[in-house]
């Protein structure tokens, strides 16, 4: 049964070898290349400027956590992320099936 | 794609928001019917394995960057309305908790990657199946060109909004061609990653009731 997938020790293995991974390309490599969308680039041409980072509500900004490095702070940011998904997901499904 | 605070004017963020509510409402409308356990619980393992694909920034050559965004495989697994919660709710939990994508531009982000995003994919996937039968080349072929397509135009619909939004003039002719242009190329990407996995799933998973089955896409 697909409710088993929450469960399925796989499924979690791979989003954890991904999250381990995710460093290395979302900071290390972003980094060295000057991490730049395509909508960085439009949005420069027209002169629109972000202003997330001086009006901004949570100490987790851009996937980071106070007090670590950048790569392992990233590393706990999806974790939390991931973790705060299953948590709402978990509650819906119990819901779902409490109703059942 | 995340279009971050201080790219729309406020005009164009609230338009994308009332515009962005009502798809959502209307779709929970179209397909509402009783939500089971495991369909919620698809719903929140892709949702995780979508936030942290979009972690993984692939920087290219030529000095840009590129990340999976999730929305047309949400589509093709959970069909359009689960699908649209499913990015959603990436989204929110993204905005709210990393700042990544805007509080004021939440509403053009919802509506570019979960609306346009997951209907465009669920769409071609959908009608790839029943042109081409349920072959494993017509689902590759259509998890491919479904995933493209909602890449090219969830960036034209982004490229329209930031386009518009400007304090003086329009720029559509601007920031439309260089997000469609970027995003036809980027897609490939989107495709080739969308199609392995759709085709992976599909012999593997036993999804019963879900859009993806043996048998080839059930309406909702």
């Known amino acids: ?100 | 794609m995340h279009i971050p605070d201080g790219f729309l004017d406020a005009w164009t963020a609230s338009i994308t928001y009332a515009v962005a509510v009502g798809c959502g409402l209307l779709l929970w409308k179209k397909y509402e019917r009783d939500l089971r356990a495991e369909e919620i619980s698809l719903l929140t393992v892709l949702s995780a394995a979508v936030f942290v694909a979009q972690m993984l920034n692939w920087p290219l050559p030529g000095g840009t960057s590129l990340h999976f965004v999730g929305g047309a495989l949400a589509g093709m697994l959970l069909g359009p309305s689960l699908g649209f919660a499913s990015m959603t709710l990436v989204l929110v939990v993204q905005c709210l908790l990393f700042h990544d994508g805007g509080i004021t531009t939440l509403g053009a982000n919802v509506l570019n990657m979960a609306v346009v995003g997951v209907l465009t994919g669920y769409a071609v996937f959908k009608l790839a199946v029943r042109l081409a039968g349920n072959k494993r080349s017509s689902r590759i072929a259509g998890a491919f060109l479904g995933a493209w397509l909602s890449i090219v135009l969830a960036g034209f619909a982004c490229g329209l909004e930031i386009g518009l939004s400007p304090s003086f003039g329009f720029y559509i002719d601007v920031t439309v061609p260089v997000m469609v242009g970027w995003h036809a190329l980027l897609g490939v990407i989107e495709g080739v990653v969308t199609a392995l996995v759709v085709e992976y799933l599909h012999a593997r998973l036993p999804l019963a009731a879900l859009p993806l089955t043996p048998q080839g896409v059930v309406e909702r």
Request: aromatic content about 8%.
């Open chain 1, 1 to 100: 049964m697909a409710s088993n997938l929450i469960k399925s020790k796989k499924v979690w293995i791979a989003i954890a070898i991904m999250l381990v991974a995710s460093p290395l390309l979302g900071v290390v490599l972003a980094d060295v290349v000057n991490y730049h969308e395509p909508l960085d680039l439009a949005a420069e041409i027209v002169g629109l400027r972000d202003v997330s980072e001086k009006i901004t509500w949570t100490p987790f900004f851009d996937y980071s956590i106070p007090g670590f490095p950048a790569e392992a702070g990233y590393v706990l940011a999806g974790a939390l992320g991931v973790a705060v998904i299953v948590a709402i997901g978990y509650v819906v499904m119990k819901a779902v099936e409490t109703r059942e």
